[in-house]
């Protein structure tokens, strides 16, 4: 589905991450986990990027959520406001998730949560029986998007739990520091053979947990990754 649209809201996330919303169509549906592509009107005319919907299928707006860099793309998001056009292209992909399994494991890097916020929102909303842990890492507390939603999640679905862990932590931090490790599966997720893994983040990050995760023996088809792009 192809359609044109303007911003509702704009919220701002981190310090150098926004989400953007629409409205959603009545005939736009999307399963959660997919992406679409916006179309701006830039300095030299349209500019284009593919983004994952952040938002659940169950939510009645569209969102996609953003890094912001120096990029063009960027530069011109971060000078959107309220009513200002755009293009929606989609839903596309296959990184999905619509409670399939019973147990599923999600290991996350920075922005690459978009894709699987969507998801667990959706299973929470939904009042899904699926048991979901999450490992999330970033660089520090700071840079943790959807930080206190996660923390919400947890209160609110007993199924659910979200481990965030930080590279650069204040003395006050109480979470895990360092990067995703198996160390780390095995503690939070003991019975992680018995899961099936959505990981996403940048591709170096993906590239390393899914080494990870062969190492502890999880098989393949086990194992749905998405390599993140939204850095750009």
């Not at 755009?86 to 978009?114: C, L, Q, V, Y």
Request: proline share 4%.
């Amino acid at each position: 589905m192809r359609f044109e649209t303007t911003v509702t809201s704009i919220i701002k996330r981190t310090h150098d991450v926004k989400s953007f919303r629409f409205p959603k169509p009545s005939a736009f549906t999307y399963k959660a986990g997919q992406f679409i592509v916006i179309t701006l009107r830039g300095e030299k005319g349209e500019i284009r990027k593919h983004f994952t919907i952040s938002s659940s299928p169950t939510e009645d707006f569209i969102e996609f959520t953003k890094k912001l860099t120096e990029s063009e793309f960027s530069k011109t998001l971060d000078g959107l406001k309220v009513g200002d056009w755009a293009r929606i292209d989609g839903p596309h992909g296959t990184f999905t998730f619509e409670g399939e399994f019973k147990k599923i494991g999600m290991i996350s890097g920075g922005i690459g949560i978009t894709p699987l916020r969507s998801m667990c929102r959706y299973c929470a909303d939904m009042q899904l029986d699926t048991d979901i842990v999450v490992l999330y890492g970033n660089r520090s507390e700071n840079d943790i998007v959807f930080k206190k939603e996660l923390e919400e999640l947890q209160k609110e679905n007993e199924n659910f739990k979200a481990i965030l862990c930080v590279g650069e932590a204040k003395p006050e931090w109480t979470g895990y520091t360092g990067r995703i490790d198996a160390l780390m599966v095995e503690r939070e997720i003991p019975d992680y053979r018995e899961r099936v893994f959505y990981v996403c983040g940048p591709p170096a990050m993906v590239k390393a947990m899914d080494g990870l995760l062969e190492e502890l023996g999880v098989p393949s088809d086990q194992v749905r990754k998405e390599n993140f792009t939204g850095y750009e």
